[in-house]
């Protein structure tokens, strides 16, 4: 299955992101309005992005997260409630049990996960009515079907929805950490901006901006490559 992570792979799934960008821009200059400048939770839209792109690319579809502008489902607070229990309560056997009998006496039942649940409808969705769309789930049922008894239809389901529930934090604390960093340090936020302004007048910068072989933006490339290994929450 490694294959279909590759650098060719995935190149085809890319127009997905300009999509996203789009709607991330959009969005948040709805909330800037006709004001010069307007307080904006960039945390929270990098976030939105975050989920919203990986979306597109597994499922041709977003999750809703920047048309809403809300956490869809509390989808994000879930995800994050289960990082912590397999980081900390999940390895530890009496207070795992302890903590499962806990939060069912507080809960009355155990919580579903909109984001599994939201896998699953696609999976079953794309099985009923089939499509052309180019995204990794199509990939993963092309793979299904040429190996159906070593790829099954669970394992489509559990890639698909493992794509989505891992990645997220990830594209997340890294866009963060970019967009953190060159706030800190207007030296190098204006370099930056000097650079993407002289590929714009010579007319090689398209919109949304694609980082290619063709595109000299060699600052861009290095800056935003080398900024997310000074977060702490990244290895």
């Known amino acids: 299955m490694g294959f279909l992570y590759t650098t060719i792979a995935v190149s085809g799934l890319r127009f997905h992101l300009d999509d ?5 821009i ?6 800037i309005g006709i004001k010069a400048s ?20 597994n499922f041709s579809q977003m999750l809703g997260f920047m048309e809403s502008g809300t956490d869809v ?18 390895q530890i056997t009496a207070i795992e049990r302890l903590w499962a009998k806990v939060k069912a006496l507080a809960t009355g039942a155990s919580k579903e996960n909109p984001l599994f649940i939201f896998a699953l409808e696609q999976v079953q969705k794309r099985e009923v009515n089939p499509t052309e769309s ?8 092309d793979l299904h ?18 794509n989505v529930l891992t990645p997220h934090d990830v594209v997340a604390i890294t866009l963060r950490a970019v967009v953190y960093y060159f706030a800190k340090n207007p030296v ?16 090689k910068l398209s ?24 977060s702490p929450l990244l290895p």
């Open 38 to 57: 307007a307080p904006v939770d960039l945390a929270a839209w990098l976030h939105y992005y975050a989920f919203d792109s990986l979306g597109a690319v």
């Open 73 to 90: 489902d509390g989808i994000y607070h879930l995800e994050h409630d289960q990082m912590m229990y397999f980081a900390v309560r999940g």
């Open 207 to 230: 919109s949304p901006a694609k980082l290619t072989g063709n595109t000299p933006l060699s600052y861009v490339y290095a800056s935003t490559s080398s900024i997310p290994l000074l």
């Open 188 to 203: 190098m936020q204006e370099k930056l901006q000097q650079e993407i302004d002289d590929v714009e007048i010579a007319g």
């Open 20 to 24: 996203c960008i789009k709607l991330f």
């Open 134 to 141: 180019a995204d990794m789930l199509n990939l993963f049922l």
């Open 26 to 31: 959009s969005k948040t200059n709805e909330i």
């Open 145 to 162: 079907k040429s190996v159906p008894e070593k790829f099954t239809i669970r394992d489509v389901i559990a890639a698909d929805y493992i």
